[in-house]
T-cell receptor
Framework: AAGVIQSPRHLIKEKRETATLKCYPI?????VYWYQQGPGQDPQFLIS???????DKGSIPDRFSAQQFSDYHSELNMSSLELGDSALYFC???????????FGDGTRLSIL | GNSVTQMEGPVTLSEEAFLTINCTYT??????LFWYVQYPGEGLQLLLK?????DKGSNKGFEATYRKETTSFHLEKGSVQVSDSAVYFC???????????FGQGTRLTINP
């Protein structure tokens, strides 16, 4: 069965650079979620989208923005990167609000 | 607020031992409860879920029962295998809300 696809799998950036993470949800899933998982930490919710509209917002820094496109894929844009942004970034999708979330394998972002 | 507290790890067991990972929650509404498993280098996989009190979720020999009176959702397995070695996350989602709230994760290692 098709799963959530995230790209890239690994990304290395320097401080103050920008990064774009992409997420392709499971077909027919209309809700996308982004989480950040620091080393040895639990995932923290950043933001979610339902039918291309932002539906909930968590602890997402103002330097980050995200959107969901007409084909339901989503992109997380990160600017002025800081060392503390080094983490695993997960995307998840669900068929609708309240349904179980299915996670991608994540993008590991390293800031040098 | 909404929070999840898990048994601290790491937990190390021998193959075929009985497993319990404790999970308790605090929630302002009526949560659905989940266990996710994260294998090394991979994303979070939904292991099992329960959506209302006294529901029992089960999958791959793992079980957890939603106990409203004790606000708990402990994960159990009768006989663990080496392949069960992973990090296990307990999580909740409040009805009508989007995000998952995770516990801190419990690293499980099974020795042959």
């Amino acid at each position: 069965a098709a799963g959530v696809i995230q790209s890239p799998r690994h990304l290395i950036k320097e401080k103050r650079e920008t990064a774009t993470l992409k997420c392709y949800p499971i077909p027919r899933h209309d809700t996308v979620y982004w989480y950040q998982q620091g080393p040895g930490q639990d995932p923290q919710f950043l933001i979610s989208f339902y039918e291309k509209m932002q539906s909930d917002k968590g602890s997402i820094p103002d330097r980050f923005s995200a959107q969901q496109f007409s084909d339901y894929h989503s992109e997380l844009n990160m600017s002025s990167l800081e060392l503390g942004d080094s983490a695993l970034y997960f995307c998840a999708s669900s068929s609708r609000v309240g349904q179980p979330q299915h996670f991608g394998d994540g993008t590991r972002l390293s800031i040098l | 607020g909404n929070s999840v507290t898990q048994m601290e790890g790491p937990v190390t067991l021998s193959e075929e031992a009985f497993l319990t990972i404790n999970c308790t929650y605090t929630a302002t509404g009526y949560p659905s409860l989940f266990w996710y498993v994260q294998y090394p280098g991979e994303g979070l996989q939904l292991l099992l879920k329960a959506t209302k009190a006294d529901d029992k979720g089960s999958n791959k020999g793992f079980e957890a029962t939603y106990r409203k009176e004790t606000t708990s959702f402990h994960l159990e397995k009768g006989s663990v295998q080496v392949s069960d070695s992973a990090v296990y996350f307990c999580a909740l989602a409040i009805e009508g809300a989007q995000k998952l709230v995770f516990g801190q994760g419990t690293r499980l290692t099974i020795n042959p």
